[in-house]
């Protein structure tokens, strides 16, 4: 196990998180695109689960989160839709540890959850795709959420996905999301903005958006030069998100996003009046 960052690794306090130097300890590699720090995982498992709780990632990549849930004593579930996925990351998680913690992954779909009972999980923390920025399949699966190149189809998929992680989630605990924008025809894409907007939908309530800074980014230097010609910025950061769900006998009139729901009526077209 390498301890070069995980010496230097300190809990986060505010909300702009920066890891210039990725952590590579334990089975952690940066060899799978897309995959966020370990840094991230650890800071979310640390503030918002408990030893011996039950951490769910269920588009897991390349085991991130199922790695830091080994060495911090969690037991987790991953699935991923694609088997090379789940490949790496059963291989990844054969190290030893100090603790009776378990971990299991398994191929499944974030849209349908439904060998996991209804709150059943105390922590959620997951990355899903950037809709088609990364094509994890190379379009060979179509059930990939990364082959949808309709933004909107995109979400509508997605969505189904949110509103399983809430029903499987414990009353009052959290799920923790991070998510990037895009770029469409040198104009700015809030892809974040429009996944928050469908956990808000699924009654979740934002407990924090945290922004991460992004650092050798594979495309950074490919768009360099059309950016400086169509005058746009290079996208360098993330949001992630932290949701609560609320308990059922909450009043939760104070914590009401009214200006999400604003903004949505504003989008709507106004009806068309006769001559």
Not at 20 to 49: C, E, M
Not at 77 to 106: C, H, K, M, P
Not at 163 to 175: G, I, S
């Amino acid at each position: 196990m390498s301890n070069r960052t995980l010496e230097q690794f300190r809990a986060e306090r505010t909300t702009v998180w920066d890891f210039p130097i990725r952590g590579d300890w334990a089975t952690h590699k940066g060899d799978y695109r897309g995959n966020f720090a370990p840094q991230i995982a650890r800071n979310v498992i640390l503030n918002y689960s408990g030893e011996g709780e039950l951490v769910l990632d269920p588009m897991c990549g390349s085991g991130t989160t199922l790695i830091e849930a080994r060495l911090l004593n969690r037991n987790a579930i991953g699935y991923d839709i694609n088997q090379n996925a789940i490949d790496i990351t059963q291989e990844r998680l054969t190290f030893s540890v100090a603790n009776g913690s378990q971990q299991r992954v398994a191929r499944g779909d974030v849209r349908n959850l439904s060998t996991l009972a209804e709150n059943s999980m105390d922590l959620i923390l997951t990355h899903p795709p950037y809709a088609n920025i990364v094509k994890y399949s190379d379009n060979k699966n179509p059930d990939d959420l990364s082959s949808i190149t309709n933004i909107h189809e995109f979400l509508d998929e997605l969505e189904k996905g949110i509103r399983e992680l809430y029903r499987v989630l414990k009353p009052n605990r959290y799920c923790a999301i991070l998510i990037g924008d895009t770029r469409k025809g040198q104009h700015y894409v809030p892809l974040s903005h429009f996944v928050l907007d469908r956990c808000l939908k699924a009654g979740f309530a934002l407990k924090e958006e945290i922004i991460k800074t992004q650092h050798n980014t594979t495309y950074a230097a490919r768009w360099t030069g059309a950016a400086r010609s169509y005058r746009f910025y290079l996208i360098m950061h993330e949001h992630l998100f932290v949701f609560r769900k609320p308990r059922a006998d909450e009043d939760f009139s104070r914590i009401r996003h009214s200006v999400l729901r604003e903004k949505r009526a504003a989008y709507r077209a106004p009806k068309s009046s006769a001559p």
